[in-house]
């Protein structure tokens, strides 16, 4: 376990350090147990960017699992967190997703314009996973 902390932690030093690529593709080669420790990074950490990192390596990493995590994250206050949650709900799409997606769609932020931004891309994510639903 903590080999597998340290080994995030370093990764994570490397996107800090503008080496997205190397960071990105180490933590996706990484197992699937990691999503826990992933998930804990993302609740610790205070940089936007990193938090938005952090979301799209965990979807991408295709696991059911991390449909409930995705729903936290979009109640991040960080437009890119949410975006990425977002794409994450699409790209995960069954049926649990989209009632994760449905059931955000009273999410209110302080400013009425930033509302309005979330509920279109809502909207689209919503559209989009019905879209990938039918598909399969």
Same mark, same amino acid.
């Given at each position: 376990?903590?080999?597998? !902390?340290?080994?995030?932690?370093?990764?994570?030093?490397?996107?800090? *350090?503008?080496? !997205?690529? =190397?960071?990105?593709? =180490?933590?996706?080669?990484?197992?699937?147990?990691?999503?826990?420790?992933?998930?804990?990074?993302?609740?610790?950490?205070?940089?936007?960017?990193?938090?938005?990192?952090?979301?799209?390596?965990?979807?991408?990493?295709? @696991?059911?699992?991390?449909?409930?995590?995705? *729903?936290?994250?979009?109640?991040?206050?960080?437009?890119?967190?949410?975006?990425?949650?977002? /794409? =994450?709900?699409?790209?995960?799409?069954?049926?649990?997703?989209?009632?994760?997606?449905?059931?955000?769609?009273?999410?209110?932020?302080?400013?009425?314009?930033?509302?309005? @931004?979330? !509920?279109?891309?809502? /909207?689209?994510?919503?559209?989009?996973?019905?879209?990938?639903?039918? !598909?399969?």
């Amino acid at each position: 376990m903590e080999s597998t !902390r340290s080994q995030i932690a370093e990764y994570l030093k490397r996107f800090r *350090k503008g080496d !997205r690529d =190397g960071a990105f593709y =180490g933590l996706l080669e990484m197992d699937h147990s990691i999503l826990p420790e992933l998930m804990a990074a993302f609740r610790s950490e205070r940089d936007s960017r990193v938090r938005e990192f952090l979301v799209e390596i965990i979807w991408q990493h295709r @696991e059911a699992s991390a449909i409930p995590f995705l *729903k936290e994250a979009l109640h991040d206050k960080a437009a890119a967190v949410w975006k990425q949650a977002l /794409d =994450g709900l699409v790209a995960l799409a069954s049926s649990a997703a989209l009632d994760v997606l449905r059931d955000t769609r009273t999410r209110q932020f302080p400013a009425e314009r930033a509302t309005k @931004e979330f !509920r279109r891309w809502l /909207d689209e994510a919503i559209e989009q996973a019905e879209s990938a639903i039918h !598909r399969l």
